[in-house]
């Protein structure tokens, strides 16, 4: 089992920056793919990034690139989102995403933390 908890989840002016962190417990952390994804009220779960075992690939969503940064800390076992440039679309929950696979852009993820709620205020 891998436990996931996010934070740095807020409400911000649009423009502005928030960095979430996701701690993950329970397994070898690089042994991990690691990804985000995001819901809106009415709206399906959709990806945002993910980011491979070693953090030498990454990809992103299109309305996020250029805006958003995935990276990892394997020595502190965390996750991080650096949103840049925030818009009011960008409001949802934020969750972070746990696989021994690569899923990328897809839902196959086996792990998922509980959320941190992002608002962007226009």
């Known amino acids: 089992q891998v436990q996931l908890v996010e934070s740095g989840g807020g409400l911000v002016q649009a423009g502005g920056s928030l960095r979430l962190s996701c701690a993950a417990s329970?397994?070898?952390?690089?042994?991990?793919?690691m990804a985000w994804f995001r819901q809106s009220p009415g709206k399906e779960r959709e990806f945002v990034a993910a980011?491979?075992?070693?953090?030498?690939?990454?990809e992103y969503e299109g309305s996020v690139k250029g805006r958003f940064t995935i990276s990892r800390d394997n020595a502190n076992n965390t996750v991080y989102l650096q949103m840049n440039s925030l818009k009011p679309e960008d409001t949802a929950v934020y969750y972070c995403?746990?696989?021994?696979?690569?899923?990328?852009?897809?839902?196959?993820?086996?792990?998922w933390g509980q959320g941190t709620q992002v608002t962007v205020s226009s």
């Open positions: 995403a746990a696989d021994r696979t690569y899923w990328g852009t897809r839902y196959e993820y086996s792990y």
């Open positions: 329970g397994r070898t952390f690089s042994n991990y793919a």
């Open positions: 980011i491979s075992w070693s953090g030498g690939s990454t």
